[in-house]
């Protein structure tokens, strides 16, 4: 009764007050009980900051929660698209009417596979017969899941839906663990990070599947997968004859890899993929017998048993590429929160540019060929595989703050494009020499100059007060002048076409979609457009397109040039990335997705991973 008594003195007014701060006081309380687990978890996984000089392997990767596909993705690394300016409305039709004709290319190569291959991996575009170098899969079907989303083909993606849903991946077949990856897995995983189809969840299932697949294949004392893959018997194809693979077999998965474990949440996809970036980094030069390798670059050819790099080139063509392209692209994926990859990509470019790349005197034109580790030597041949690179020398220009890298891929595509624009079909051969004798090494000092110039100047002298090319053109604005200007003029026999044929592949167009993006110079829209009616002119086929037999061949009839193959990559990139080099900036913008090496974007995150630093 007195406390009674006492409670009824106070005044209403207190009264409610006191009772309002007392719930506040249970409902703060209530809060930090529940989340002060999460809160010392959170505290006992931090690790010190991670400096450039570590070097570290991942014993978990998991993505941050809060990273969900429906939240838009604010990157910390710089922004690599520019700022466009207002197209005019003429410029908004020319482009439409070039995007328009693209998708309707597409759709005459996509018709001839359904009509007559489908669920085969290729169709033979004469014939009209299948071919199955991928298992037997459906790879064309696959591979063309992100180029009809990106393409807003909603009735053919919905029509493919079924069949892949009806995909047995568990064949009795010898697998390419490479292209499994980057065809198939990736083909899926990006389709189902860019539909909102209501079953495809479908998609995201079979590229599990194939990776658990695929999985023994990474069974090696190495950590690095068999070349090829049966995944009913388990029996590995041995390439040569030996346990070979290739530099860009073992490190172009990490990417497909890393999204499926944040998919899944399930680390061992992305364990085994990090594995092979933390072995080729630690990888002790000393133990290669046949010449020197230079840092940050590797041989094209490594035994899975033995993880010993076998005799081979070093290139970024064929066998190699891709591994230098995912270095810079798993540092973008990951938002630069792990330092090995730029690392590890910044140490092979510098050793790019000092060891292999040359420059053809009196043009701006570079060219990139092989190196031989026995002779210590670069060599003459370059291949259209290759030209990927000025793409990736462009991103990694904006991203890691190397001007002089963004003038070295316009010269290497300068290069890329004169294959194209001096042969009679607008198209490029498959693989080139330059006369080595007519070359100079590559110098940021003498870029641009002939011979007898660069003989009139003292070396020292021209070091000490000749302007490098990144001073001369740093400050040049890129220009909207779309006129191109006339075929550069080679002295005859300095380019020879080892390989004349022309295989619809999308390298230059890729590099040329990403340059675009990057400056805005609408002059490669123009030489996009340029290769786009020779593939029109010369690889169409009642049914789809043709490969090229002889690119300097010309005939009023094409089909007596062409090849009886259309490889699923033109569906997957090379008109993927001309309908992307003549679509709104905003259409798969390089600062919220990755593309992969088979061009199927995935989104950009940021990612928390955990490891063991080794010092």
């Given amino acids: ?308 790099f076998l005799y081979s080139s070093i290139g970024f063509g064929a066998m190699g590429d891709s591994a230098y392209e995912y270095f810079l692209k798993e540092l973008i994926f990951t938002d630069g929160q792990m330092p090995q990859f730029s690392r590890m990509y910044t140490k092979a470019i510098d050793s790019m540019k000092a060891k292999m790349l040359v420059q053809i005197p009196g043009t701006k034109m570079l060219h990139l060929p092989t190196f031989d580790t026995k002779r210590g030597k670069v060599e003459d041949t370059m291949d259209h595989l290759t030209c990927f690179v000025p793409g990736m020398l462009a991103m990694g220009s904006k991203l890691l703050n190397r001007p002089e890298d963004m003038m070295i891929a316009k010269g290497i595509l300068d290069t890329c494009i004169y294959m194209y624009r001096s042969s009679n079909t607008n198209l490029s051969p498959d693989v080139w020499t330059i006369d080595n004798d007519e070359f100079m090494p590559y110098s940021k000092y003498t870029f641009g100059k002939t011979k007898e110039e660069v003989s009139k100047l003292g070396a020292w002298w021209n070091e000490l007060t000749g302007p490098a090319i990144t001073d001369q053109l740093a400050d040049v604005p890129n220009t909207k002048n779309r006129t191109l200007d006339a075929v550069a003029k080679l002295p005859l026999g300095w380019v020879v076409s080892n390989d004349a044929r022309y295989l619809l592949r999308p390298e230059t167009l890729e590099s040329l979609f990403v340059l675009y993006r990057i400056t805005g110079d609408p002059r490669y829209q123009e030489y996009g457009w340029e290769i786009y009616q020779g593939i029109e002119n010369y690889c169409k086929t009642p049914s789809a397109y043709a490969s090229v037999k002889n690119v300097h061949f010309y005939n009023k009839k094409p089909a007596l040039n062409q090849i009886d193959s259309m490889e699923t990559f033109l569906l997957a990139e090379t008109f993927k990335y001309l309908y992307l080099l003549f679509s709104p900036p905003n259409v798969i913008s390089l600062d919220e997705y990755v593309l992969n090496t088979e061009a199927h974007p995935l989104k950009r995150r940021s990612f928390k991973a955990q490891f063991n630093i080794r010092h």
């Fill in 1 to 308: 009764m007195s406390q009674q008594t006492l409670f009824s003195k106070v005044p209403p007014r207190w009264r409610a007050t006191s009772v309002v701060f007392i719930c506040f006081l249970i409902i703060v309380s209530t809060y930090h009980y529940k989340h002060s687990g999460d809160d010392h978890t959170t505290t006992s996984r931090r690790q010190k900051p991670i400096s450039s000089e570590d070097t570290y392997s991942a014993t978990s990767f998991k993505p941050k929660q809060d990273s969900g596909d429906n939240i838009r993705f604010q990157s910390q690394l710089p922004r690599i698209q520019t700022d466009f300016e207002a197209e005019t409305e003429e410029e908004r039709q020319t482009r439409e009417s070039r995007r328009e004709a693209v998708k309707a290319s597409f759709m005459h190569a996509w018709n001839g596979y359904k009509t007559y291959a489908m669920g085969a991996d290729e169709l033979r575009p004469l014939t009209n017969k299948t071919n199955n170098p991928f298992g037997g899969l459906g790879a064309t079907m696959i591979d063309s899941l992100s180029t009809m989303l990106i393409m807003d083909l909603d009735q053919e993606f919905q029509q493919v839906m079924p069949l892949v849903e009806q995909l047995n991946v568990h064949v009795n077949e010898s697998l390419s663990v490479f292209e499994t990856t980057i065809r198939y897995i990736g083909g899926l995983l990006s389709a189902y990070e860019l539909s909102d189809h209501p079953e495809r969840g479908i998609l995201l299932r079979k590229a599990e599947e194939l990776a658990i697949a695929l999985l023994p294949a990474f069974d090696t004392p190495s950590g690095i997968p068999y070349y090829k893959f049966n995944p009913i018997t388990e029996w590995h194809r041995l390439g040569y004859e030996t346990y070979r693979t290739y530099l860009a077999d073992a490190a172009t998965i990490q990417l497909e890899f890393y999204t499926l474990s944040h998919h899944t949440e399930n680390p061992i996809y992305a364990e085994k993929a990090q594995a092979i970036t933390d072995f080729l980094e630690s990888y002790k030069r000393s133990d290669y017998k046949y010449g020197d390798i230079p840092l940050g670059l590797f041989p094209n050819e490594i035994n899975v048993i033995t993880g010993k």
